[in-house]
């Protein structure tokens, strides 16, 4: 289904709406009332959102009508193209396109962002760039939209570095701080990496599959077309072009979506309004990597290496950012940690094989994190806490914040895997894709990866459950810690209070929506006993048109597992968490770990100060280097070089011109010597030319010379001294020298006089023509003289536009014949010869060897142009 | 007058020069919008050549007067899909950066307008000569004005800059030169007459060392103009010393004469040279590209930082160049305008600022965004633009260029050069976000720390109004490419296939020849051609 009959102008607009607001708000909205900014900024999303139902209800219905891949498209216009080296073009189009992945995932992001703009009129109403922060809120909705809804790479990339671009923007966006507005830089270059990758793995799949659109890749991936080796790999063991592909572009992926090696920027993002955190890690952003992988899903199943790494990269990651968010103080670097964590899980369980899954887990996280995050700005707004809050100064805050409390609660559940909330399903799912690996018996390189995937995700959910419940319990339980009278004086606001409604309305729908969304998921076996509650979970059978992955197991032991380990992991992270820190105000962990370790994982692992010291560093020494040392070395080597030695040889000149006569005098006598001597003996030299069909023989000119001839070098003069330097001779056969013979190849111009005997010699061809050897199987060609003439032997090679092959050829003197692809022309040689006298007496001979032009003997037509100077 | 447009188009900036001189010195302001009028009609005119078909290759606007007879010397212009958005550059940036001069220049308006006039000369004849003789005239003519823009409307080392530049640049027309007087020695060696004709000179096949020599000296002239790596050195110190205006023409076109000279000449003269050397002046490209670019970032002068990070654009440009194939050679091309407009626009903000605090050092800023709002907005995409950021003009170059090299010579993989080069040119990417977010960071972010910046006033009517064509072909060049492929390709695609047609022409060829003529080879004795044999047989 690549071509769609129908234009679906909806998508397009749901594009539009969010790229107007950002360019009015953006350009006129500081002159506006930040009523009209807000109605502007918010309606768009609304708009967009809107237009997304109608367009997913009309795909709803194309798919309840048996339409299995059923697809809307826009195509905008021609963007550019390529031409491949086949010679086939390859256009890029703008065009967009809404399926069941991608149709989730606009609803999500105008759904979820919609929110969170709603939540922001009330969040940010008091700060100066208010229609700043909107234009840039519309426009990361717009590029996200972009992202999600290209139908090819090139047009997804522009939504990806746009996203890019507007989390550079909206992290820095209190600029005045040069710390948030380097954390913008960070995030900006973190993703240009990533970037990198996701360039290079682009370029593969074009020059394999010979198109940029998904669906083409996918339809390549799946036939089998990336399963050849790597061309030109140095190392033996050769990967499959999808493995290489799939890795630059996890790359990429590891960039956007805060995984390791590149998820050091997520963290510092927090320096952003905290509107934007939601955004950043629930609705956008972090999600496209997640996305991008689900896309192409097809081409990443095939290559078993790719997803090994991309699997065990997840864990990894869940794992580091889970310890890390357990030592945490503040709000929304916890939040910020449980996001990579959670991410982690995401591409875990990409990396088993089930893509739908982990999209699944993207789909619920939207909406807690987001929740979340909006949470934790409600409380920041209350208590006045700028930048971040410090759990450790909060507490009891339930009292002041009912709806915040209860809609936080939700999600700390969700996110933990709570029975029956929306995190409970996803995360079971993604548990269970891993053990149904690790149960594999046909591959052990998946079975280790399963294994190393259940037990690491399981450690992580447990860490999950922890960090997160010790958040809650320490922020909205227990007395609050800033209070009047209480703490050290430099807690926050002592009157915390409820958030505005425009606040706390996304609050509520987002909370809700923590709960419940996870039913859309519901397995079609139930754990426990197995009962079969559908032929299929719904979410499954939805993503099942776009989304390649393996078939989830029906085997019991397995499901039942899974579901066991998610359980025990939530219960055991809720427990501890209930036991340490319920109504508690200090961090026991903290003071019973051991110091160092304790330090270690909460200055995160020293990741940053080690890329600092070993690349950046580095990097910069270098660049520092080349700095300096290109306008000291380099400049001095090409410029000031050159320029000394300009100098000095002008100083060496410089000496003669001393002024003292007598040097003068001695340069003058030198000149005039040299000048003498070289009048002293005639020059001779001969030259052949042709005027109007005469051959002519021409002397060098000089003062006072006199010459005399012997055109055929026979010893004889052919008359006295004259000044005539111009001389035309005839020749008859008596005359010639020499035959040779001519031969030229056409082809590459080149050509050669083979001197010839009596005797049969090869002809060495090859010299003129290098093809001469390899197209003719033949005996070499070889010549002799015969009777007067030339005789060649062919040995099998033909004259040209001859059908057979005669033995011995005899040649016509002066006339050209083809053999192959070669003219061969037999020519005559005399040799000429001038005497020249000067005015002292002295007198020079010259000879020189001439080739007759062809035909000359007997019908003179042609040049007579002389071949190597014989000496004087 | 439209029969001969392209006579026209030097016409005008030649007369208008010469009515600025009789113009009185005093009246500053009639001179400043005479010139500005007669560039801006000069620029109403160059898009007259719009009005073309270029759905094929080969010239357009062709104009052909003898001018020297004896020595084959003829007045010969032409635009083909190659040199037609640069003439276009050309007579757009020309008066943006003549306006965008008049806050720095304040002393001998008269002579500067006149200066510019004559480079606009220069510039505009070099890219629409086809004639080798016509093409070294006004290769040569456009030092001059530079020269003096340079050394007396220049920054504190202006001489030794105007110096530096003036020779650097000679020293490779030189040897250009002497390449230029062999060639049609040779041509006429065989033919019998002396040619400068471009289109007659390219059927002349060479055998591989004098093609090596000579597209050595042609290479020298034009990387040293481009600038590649090593011969970079003399752009730094002329682009710190150059009025704004200098600058902005110099990045924005002067640079492009270099690559335009390997399109238009080098590689069709020397195709079996280019085929070899080719990939090393691409993977000295690619060398400048992180050269430049790590330069860059350390640099703390704003205008010596963009002047590094031209030295990395113009190493993409070199590795699309070279990697010989359409959407390379179209990149390349295409990058060429982009380069013009964002390093321009790049420069043109450097000068707005050096305008205000007379500083362009980057510690004397910082939260400058509080201060000058719309002057950070405009900073910030262009910067954008100059990074490669999809939507803007960038991307669609840098992408073309590294996809060209990435496909350049059929396989993939990491034991083929090209491969290699394209990873390393797509670090670039990387790089180039980080010096311009560095400087991006160093000017506008953080608090104002300066007091002398806290009343610098914001963008003014007269800057507005030379940025915003700029922005406005950032955008229209991001987002709709392909009215401006569609022109170059065919030419493009014609360039790519002489090119292969040349290069087998003059492969192992040991004498030289002309295609097409019947060849009077000195050694042969006496022309024979092919043809005659064959009716012998019959």
């Not at chain 1, 919609?114 to 922060?133: K, Q, T």
């Not at chain 1, 996200?144 to 909206?170: A, N, Q």
């Not at chain 2, 970079?232 to 640079?255: E, K, R």
């Not at chain 2, 399109?263 to 280019?274: C, G, K, N």
């Amino acid at each position: 289904m690549h071509e769609e009959p129908t234009q679906q102008l909806s998508l397009l607009l749901i594009i539009l709406f969010p790229l107007a607001g950002a360019a009015i708000n953006g350009l006129f909205g500081r002159r506006m009332p930040k009523g009209l900014v807000s109605f502007l900024g918010v309606g768009a999303v609304a708009v967009s959102f809107v237009l997304a139902i109608l367009s997913f209800i009309s795909l709803f219905g194309m798919r309840s009508d048996g339409v299995h891949e059923a697809a809307l498209t826009y195509q905008f216009y021609e963007w550019f193209s390529l031409k491949m080296p086949s010679g086939a073009e390859v256009p890029i189009n703008v065009r967009f396109l809404m399926d069941s992945l991608s149709g989730v995932m606009t609803l999500v992001v105008t759904g979820i962002g919609g929110l969170i703009h709603l939540y922001s009129v009330g969040y940010m109403s008091e700060d100066d760039g208010y229609a700043r922060f909107f234009a840039y809120l519309n426009l990361f909705t717009a590029s996200m939209l972009i992202l999600v809804l290209g139908s090819s790479l090139p047009v997804m990339f522009v939504g990806w570095e746009g996203v890019g671009l507007c989390s550079y923007l909206l992290i820095g966006f209190w600029y005045e701080n040069r710390e948030y507005a380097a954390a913008g830089r960070k995030a900006f270059v973190a993703n240009r990496v990533g970037d990198f990758g996701v360039l290079i793995g682009m370029f593969i799949l074009v020059g394999v599959a010979g198109s940029f659109e998904f669906a083409d890749i996918n339809d390549v991936a799946l036939s089998g077309g990336f399963e050849d080796g790597f061309p030109a790999w140095p190392f033996a063991a050769v990967p499959s072009l999808a493995t290489v592909a799939c890795l630059f572009l996890f790359l990429g992926c590891t960039g956007k979506s805060a995984q390791i090696p590149l998820y050091v920027w997520l963290p510092d993002a927090m320096a952003g309004p905290t509107p934007v955190s939601a955004l950043i890690h629930a609705a956008t952003m972090v999600t496209a990597g997640v996305y991008l992988c689900c896309r192409l899903s097809p081409l990443f199943i095939s290559s078993d290496v790719a997803m090994a790494v991309i699997a065990v990269t997840g864990t990894l990651t869940a794992l580091l950012a889970a310890t890390i968010a357990v030592t945490q103080h503040e709000m929304k670097k916890i939040l910020a940690y449980s996001t990579v964590s959670q991410l982690g899980f995401m591409f875990a369980a990409v990396g088993v094989g089930f893509f739908a899954a982990g999209f699944f887990h993207v789909f619920t996280h939207a909406f807690f994190k987001a929740c979340l995050f909006l949470g934790a700005g409600s409380v920041m707004h209350s208590v006045h806490a700028h930048g971040d809050a410090d759990i450790y100064k909060l507490g009891g805050l339930k009292k002041y914040m009912p709806i915040t409390r209860i809609t936080f609660l939700f999600s700390c559940l969700a996110i933990a895997g709570f029975p029956f909330s929306s995190g409970f399903f996803s995360k079971d799912e993604i548990l269970l894709g891993a053990a149904a690996q690790a149960f594999r018996d046909d591959d052990p390189l998946m079975v280790g990866v399963g294994w190393f995937t259940l037990i690491g995700l399981t450690l992580g959910a447990i860490m999950t459950g922890f960090y997160m419940f010790r958040l809650y319990f320490l922020t909205f339980t227990g007395e609050y810690r800033s209070a009047e009278g209480s703490g050290d004086g430099h807690g926050y606001d002592a009157h915390p209070h409820e958030s505005p409604p425009s606040m706390s309305i996304p609050l509520i729908v987002l909370g809700v929506g923590a709960l419940i969304v996870g039913f859309l998921g519901i397995p079609h076996i139930a754990p426990g006993f197995g009962w079969h509650l559908d032929d299929y979970s719904w979410w499954g059978h939805w993503m099942e048109a776009s989304v390649a992955g393996h078939e989830l197991p029906e085997d019991l032991f397995v499901i039942n597992l899974a579901s066991g380990l998610a359980l025990m992991a939530m219960l055991i992270g809720i427990g501890a968490a209930w036991v340490l820190y319920r109504n508690k105000s200090t961090d026991p962990i903290a003071e019973k770990a051991p110091k160092r370790v304790y330090q270690f994982i909460f200055d995160k692992w020293r990741v940053d100060e080690f890329y600092q010291a070993v690349i950046i560093n580095p990097i910069k020494s270098v660049a520092t280097v080349i700095g300096r040392s290109d306008l000291t070395f380099v400049d001095a080597l090409l410029t000031r070089l050159p320029s000394l030695n300009a100098r000095g040889l002008g100083q060496i000149l410089a000496r003669f011109q001393n002024g003292v006569v007598q040097t003068y005098g001695m340069v003058v006598v030198v000149g005039v010597a040299a000048v003498m001597a070289m009048f002293w003996m005639p020059r001779a030299q001969v030259e052949g030319q042709l005027e109007r069909g005469n051959l002519q023989l021409v002397a060098s000119p000089g003062l006072g010379y006199e010459y005399r001839w012997d055109a055929n070098s026979d010893g004889n003069f052919d008359g006295a001294w004259s000044t005539e330097r111009v001389y035309s001779p005839t020749y008859d056969a008596g005359d010639v020298r020499e035959t040779v013979l001519y031969v030229r190849s056409p082809r590459t111009g080149a050509s050669h006089h083979f001197e010839l005997t009596e005797e049969w010699e090869v002809l060495p061809l090859d010299s003129l023509d290098p093809r001469w050897r390899r197209a003719k199987n033949t005996l070499p060609v070889a010549a002799r003289l015969h009777e007067g003439g030339v005789q060649l032997r062919l040995n099998g090679a033909k004259k040209f536009g001859a059908s057979d092959s005669p033995e011995l050829l005899d040649l016509t003197m002066g006339r050209g014949t083809a053999v192959e692809n070669l003219l061969v022309v037999p020519r005559q040689k005399i040799v000429a010869t001038v005497e020249v006298r000067n005015a002292f007496g002295n007198v020079a001979t010259a000879s020189r060897n001439m080739i007759l032009p062809d035909g000359y003997l007997p019908q003179p037509h042609a040049a007579l142009v002389g071949e190597k100077e014989a000496q004087p | 007058m439209m029969t001969h447009t392209l006579t026209w188009l030097l016409l005008v900036p030649l007369l208008g020069s010469l009515f600025i001189l009789i113009m009185p010195k005093q009246n500053e302001g009639a001179i400043k919008g005479a010139s500005l009028l007669i560039m801006l009609g000069e620029f109403l005119l160059s898009l007259r050549l719009l009005w073309a078909d270029y759905s094929t290759a080969g010239y357009r606007f062709v104009e052909q007067v003898t001018w020297v007879e004896s020595l084959g010397i003829s007045y010969k212009l032409g635009v083909d899909g190659l040199s037609l958005w640069l003439v276009l550059l050309t007579t757009a940036l020309t008066p943006v950066a003549l306006y965008a001069s008049w806050g720095g220049v304040t002393t001998r308006i008269k002579e500067y307008a006149f200066s510019f006039l004559m480079l606009e000369l220069g510039m505009l004849g070099a890219f629409v000569a086809l004639d080798l003789f016509l093409f070294y005239v006004f290769w040569e003519l456009m030092l001059v004005p530079m020269y003096l823009i340079i050394g007396i409307w220049g920054g504190k080392d202006r001489v030794y800059a105007a110096l530096k530049f003036f020779i650097y640049t000679f020293v490779g027309s030189l040897l250009m030169l002497v390449a230029i007087l062999y060639i049609v020695n040779t041509y006429e060696a065989i033919a019998g007459y002396y040619t400068f004709d471009l289109e007659k000179l390219t059927t002349l096949v060479l055998p591989a060392v004098p093609q090596y020599l000579l597209f050595g000296a042609f290479a020298v002239a034009f990387a040293i103009k481009v600038p590649m790596f090593p011969f970079h050195t003399w752009l730094p110190d002329a682009h710190v010393q150059a009025p704004t205006g200098g600058s902005i023409v110099l990045a924005a076109v002067l640079l492009k004469l270099g690559i335009y000279g390997f399109i238009r000449f080098a590689m069709p003269l020397f195709p079996v040279a280019s085929q070899v050397i080719g990939p090393v002046l691409a993977g000295l490209g690619v060398l400048g590209i992180i050269y430049g670019a790590y330069a860059a970032w350390v640099q703390r002068d704003l205008k010596k930082l963009v002047a590094y990070s031209s030295v990395s654009h113009m190493g993409f440009i070199l590795l699309g160049l070279f990697a010989m194939n359409r959407h390379g050679v179209s990149g390349a091309i295409l990058q060429m305008i982009n380069h013009g407009v964002s390093t321009g626009a790049l420069f043109l903000l450097v000068g707005v600022i050096y305008d205000r605090r007379h500083s362009r050092m980057l510690d004397d800023f910082g939260g400058l965004a509080k201060v000058m709002p719309w002057y950070a907005t405009v900073f910030v995409i262009v910067t954008m633009s100059s990074i490669g950021l999809p939507g803007t003009n960038g991307f669609v170059g840098e992408f073309m260029i590294l996809a060209g090299s990435f496909f350049s010579r059929g396989t993939v993989g990491f034991g083929n050069t090209w491969f290699v080069m394209t990873l390393f040119a797509a670090t670039g990417v990387i790089f180039a976000a980080v010096y311009m977010l560095h400087a991006v960071l160093r000017m506008f972010w953080g608090k104002v720390t300066h007091e002398e910046n806290e009343g610098l006033s914001d963008l003014n009517r007269r800057e507005t109004i030379a940025l915003i064509p700029l922005v406005a072909l950032v955008f229209w060049i991001g987002l709709y490419p392909k009215f401006f492929l569609d022109k170059m390709n065919p030419s493009v695609d014609a360039f790519i296939t002489d090119f292969s047609v040349r290069y087998q022409e003059s492969r192992g060829v040991s004498n030289p020849r002309i295609v097409g003529l019947q060849a009077i080879d000195p050694t042969d004795g006496g022309a024979y051609a092919w043809a005659d044999d064959k009716g012998d047989e019959r």
